[in-house]
Structures are given as structure tokens and as C-alpha cells.
């Protein structure tokens, strides 16, 4: 068999998987976010913090929580940093210096997990734990429960309130992603996946020097941040690494893990609304971006140009040679089209095209699937501004599930869909500007600009993968990255909860001849145009600066 028919069929098995967990999981999840009763142990987590479960929150409410809790995790978690070598099975770390403290609490915090620092020479074992894990399992909780607030939006009529942010918080964590990573974990250690609290160990090379090795909990770090679209590595090499992920089938389930849950909550949403032709339109709105997004990647890197890469078929350099290009391939795909930024791959290596599609996804809004809760909220803005675009046409007030998209609705749309590319664009000038920024470049030219603009597109859409070749572990790149991941994260957040409120409290509008269906392909195909040409018209002239220019070169 070729490796590019094993590429197809490793992709194609991929996409059953996952088409034929949609309705189940995305089922239980329905349940998960609307039944009314609670578990002992939720009810003893909410007596804890002092929430009543069954007390619901308006949208302004439901925001602030979610602040709340995402500073005090940062709090928590730059604070564990910097006293990890005071802490338990440190493993005589150093304190984590300022800059990169605040980096990565803000990160892992934000479900970035932008890691400017080598896991296995920086972190310990608690910090590793009870700091990085656990924001593994609550950041991805946090963006579910944003997409539920926001459906509600759309499913309820005059009603003031979204639900209760901490509800939905313990109820995606508990229920959701606690129990699928748990059985991931097993998997991934019957695959050769480590899972130790050990001490470092050293061993004589072969040229007779030593090598000193630090074990970790990897299974359980690489279930989660798989499955919660996270992407933190205990390793530097990330999924790359045979303790990470051992072997060609543990590199399908994580990959499998990166996209289950993105892809079935369009039908969570269609449950909810009452119409589950709704929820098939938005998931195939993401499969349409996403097969194109796959078939050009692989193209561009199995056709790539030069003597030797073409005298072979493809280009092995930077690719992870146990799985081949078409899967590593696969695997920078789905953790570009989602917010994981795991990576098996050297995405700085890939050809000029090929990395200049893996932006594009970034520069997407990663909603094909997305990341868990933000790919559905993301693409539902891009749903508003679509039936938006197709009543200015035939000159009548749009409408969205039986909601009018007003002035209001379509301000916070549209505030949503800017506040992302104002930050990649001006990180990445101020980046180029100053000297600072210029001085950790490893590479000029166009190639340098896609370095820069990659580190920029990742921070800023929460992805966390990064080109490498610019070294970001410096004070300006951990400060100016921090704010990008910050504010990408938590002003989005915050607009969609605004629409939501303002959703919510309208009265249902009755469908008429004039109403543009929202479940036919018509739809799908719009929403996939509007997409796409957005992002073209705000992005290209920095995409034709960088790898368009070095593809062409």
C-alpha cells in the first residue's frame, strides 16, 4: 500500500469516526447542559464556593463570573509558578521567571497553552498537575459553557437570563470531559504513553556522554489537552514525542480526541432549538471548511517543490517520519481548524503553501470545527452576519432561528468578528516595527514575516501552536503575546454573551415568504462564502507579504 493511499485512508476513517459519534455524543451532551437535576458531588462542589445551582444568571452576570473565574486561575496559577521550588516533587526546579510565569498562566487560562518554555525542563510535577492540567480540564469547561449560554439565546423567548456559568462549568468538566479523557488516558497508556510521578534519570550515550531524562504524567496531560482543544505538551517536541504519542493508531485517537467534541455540539445545538436540521447545517458549514483545508495541506505538502521532495513524492524534512506526511499532515490540520495547538510536526518546515494554510485556519476563527464551545460560537456569529448580508439583499430585517438580527445584534456580530483581527494585525506590526520584536527573528525575508505572523495568529485565536524559528521567550514576546491571548480570549467572550442577552429577550418572529432558510444547502454555502471572503478581504494583504510571497518565490 502507498503512503498516500494509507494517508486517505487514515483520513477517511477519521471522518466516520467522527460523522457516527455526532448524534450520541452530541445527545448527551444536550442532556448534560438541560436536565435540572444535580449530582452529590456537584451539589457538595456548589456548597463549597457558595452557588445555588438552581439560581440562573442574566448575560452581564454570567460575564462576570466567567472573568472572575479566569483571574483568579491566572492568579493561582502564575502564583504556583513562581514558588514551584518550594513545592512537592518539584523535581529542583527554579521559579518560573515573571514574564514567562505570566505567559503561561495566562495561556493555559485562556485554553492557549502557548508554551514559550521546554515542559520537561521548566515545570514540575504539581505545577505540571494542579496547576496546567487542571486549566486543561476548566478553560475547555469555560468555552462549552459560553457556547450553551449563547444557544439559549437563541432557544429562549423574553427571558432575561443564560443559565448559571458555574453549573455549566461543573457539569461539562464533571460529566463531559472528566470521564472521556479518563478512558483516553488508559488508551493512550496501552499505546506506550507514559504515566509516572518519577525523578529525573541519566543514561551513557552511545558517544559516551550522558543524556538526562525527566518522566512525567503524559497519558492523562495529552488526553486532556486533546480532548479539551488545549494543546500544552509535557515535552518540548509536543505529540511529537514517542512518550506523547507512540504510535500510528495513538496518533488517530489523538486526533480523534482534538475533534469529537467540536464537531458533535452542532447537534447539542440543533436539540436545543428545537430543530436539528439546524444543528446538520452548522456542522456542515465546518466540514466543507475543513475538507478543503485538509486536501489543500496535503496537496501542497505530498506535491512540494524541489529536486528531492519532488524525486520522492513529498517533503520529510520536519515531519514525524514514524506516521508520514499525510498524517502529520492530518494532525496540523485539526489543531489549526481547532484552538489545540498540539502539534506531531514541525509546522515551520512545512512548504510555503502548506503553512500558509495552516494560518488561514488560524486567521479562520478556528470554526471548522473550532475549539470546544468557541468553534460553535464562532461559527453562529458567522451564521448572524450571513443572514445579515442576505436581508440587505432582498431589503428586509434578517431573522435567525425565529430572532431578528437588529442593530444591536449586528454591532456586538460585528465588534466579535473584528476585536480577533485587530490584534493579529497590530501584534504583528508592533512585532516588525520595533527592534525587540525584529531581534528574536531566526529567519528575514518573507519567511520571517510568516514567523511573526503565525506566533500572532496563535496567541490571538487561542490556538497555541506556533511556527518556531522566532525565539518568543523573551520579556516583549511573552508580555505582548499574554495581552494578545488575554484579550482574544475574554472580549469575544464577552460580546457573544451580550448577543445572547440580547437574544434572549426578544419575542420569537414568525417565519413568513420571506424568510431565509437556515437548514438547505443555500445556507451552508453562504455561510461558508462569508467566511472565507472575510477573512480574505481583512487578511490577504499580510497572507500576499508572507507565505504567499515565499510560495512564489
Request: hydrophobic residues 50%; neutral net charge; charged residues 10%.
Amino acid at each position: 500500500m502507498s503512503s498516500t493511499t494509507a494517508g486517505i485512508l487514515f483520513i477517511a476513517s477519521l471522518l466516520v469516526a467522527l460523522a457516527v459519534c455526532y448524534r450520541p455524543l452530541g445527545d448527551y451532551m444536550y442532556r448534560v447542559y438541560t436536565t435540572t437535576r444535580h449530582s452529590r458531588v456537584e451539589l457538595a462542589i456548589y456548597r463549597l464556593v457558595g452557588v445555588k445551582p438552581d439560581g440562573e444568571q442574566r448575560w452581564a452576570v454570567y460575564a462576570r463570573s466567567v472573568l472572575a473565574f479566569s483571574v483568579l486561575s491566572i492568579l493561582f496559577l502564575y502564583g504556583l509558578q513562581r514558588v514551584q521550588n518550594h513545592l512537592f516533587l518539584s523535581l529542583g526546579m527554579d521559579p518560573v521567571a515573571p514574564d514567562l510565569a505570566w505567559n503561561t498562566a495566562v495561556s493555559f487560562v485562556t485554553n492557549t497553552n502557548w508554551q514559550a518554555y521546554s515542559g520537561e525542563s521548566a515545570m514540575g510535577h504539581v505545577v505540571q498537575t494542579a496547576g496546567l492540567a487542571v486549566q486543561n480540564f476548566v478553560s475547555a469547561a469555560v468555552g462549552m459553557a459560553v457556547a450553551m449560554a449563547l444557544v439559549r439565546g437563541f432557544a429562549r423567548n423574553k427571558a432575561d437570563t443564560l443559565g448559571n456559568f458555574w453549573v455549566d462549568l461543573v457539569r461539562g468538566t464533571l460529566r463531559i470531559l472528566l470521564p472521556i479523557a479518563f478512558v483516553a488516558a488508559l488508551a493512550l497508556v496501552a499505546g506506550g504513553a507514559i504515566q509516572t510521578f518519577g525523578d529525573h534519570f541519566t543514561w551513557a550515550t552511545l558517544t559516551g556522554g550522558e543524556q538526562t531524562f525527566t518522566p512525567a504524567a503524559a497519558a492523562s496531560q495529552e488526553a486532556i489537552k486533546e480532548l479539551g482543544t488545549n494543546g500544552g505538551g509535557i515535552f518540548n517536541v509536543n505529540s511529537a514525542h514517542p512518550f506523547e504519542n507512540p504510535t500510528s493508531w495513538t496518533n488517530w485517537i489523538e486526533i480523534f480526541l482534538i475533534l469529537v467534541i467540536a464537531t458533535s455540539m452542532p447537534r447539542t445545538f440543533g436539540r436545543m432549538v428545537g430543530d436539528n436540521r439546524q444543528g446538520y447545517a452548522i456542522v456542515s458549514v465546518m466540514a466543507v471548511i475543513a475538507v478543503i483545508s485538509i486536501g489543500v495541506t496535503n496537496w501542497a505538502e505530498l506535491s512540494a517543490g524541489g529536486t528531492v521532495p519532488q524525486a520522492i513524492g513529498h517533503a520529510l524534512e520536519g515531519r514525524e517520519t514514524r506516521f508520514g506526511v499525510s498524517n502529520s499532515g492530518m494532525f496540523a490540520s485539526a489543531t489549526t481548524l481547532t484552538s489545540t495547538g498540539a502539534v506531531d510536526s514541525f509546522h515551520d518546515s512545512y512548504t510555503a503553501l502548506g503553512g500558509g494554510m495552516l494560518i488561514f485556519n488560524m486567521l479562520l476563527g478556528e470554526v471548522a470545527p473550532g475549539g470546544v464551545g468557541a468553534g460553535l460560537y464562532g461559527i453562529l456569529i458567522l451564521a448572524v452576519v450571513t443572514v445579515f448580508v442576505a436581508g440587505l439583499m432582498v431589503g428586509r430585517t434578517p431573522e435567525y432561528l425565529g430572532k431578528k438580527i437588529g442593530a444591536r445584534e449586528i454591532k456586538l456580530a460585528s465588534l466579535y468578528f473584528l476585536a480577533t483581527p485587530m490584534l493579529v494585525l497590530v501584534g504583528t506590526a508592533v512585532a516588525m516595527a520595533t527592534e525587540t520584536g525584529r531581534a528574536a527573528m531566526l529567519n528575514s525575508g518573507p519567511h520571517g514575516l510568516s514567523e511573526i505572523l503565525y506566533a500572532y495568529t496563535s496567541a490571538s485565536n487561542n490556538n497555541g501552536s506556533a511556527f518556531a524559528g522566532v525565539s518568543v521567550n523573551t520579556p516583549f514576546h511573552n508580555s505582548t503575546l499574554g495581552l494578545c491571548m488575554a484579550f482574544g480570549r475574554f472580549l469575544p467572550i464577552v460580546l457573544v454573551l451580550a448577543l445572547a442577552g440580547s437574544l434572549a429577550r426578544q419575542a420569537p418572529s414568525p417565519a413568513s415568504a420571506g424568510t431565509l432558510p437556515t437548514h438547505r444547502p443555500q445556507f451552508v454555502g453562504m455561510v461558508v462564502g462569508v467566511t472565507i471572503i472575510l477573512v480574505a478581504l481583512t487578511f490577504l494583504p499580510a497572507l500576499a507579504l508572507g507565505p504567499l510571497a515565499e510560495g512564489l518565490l
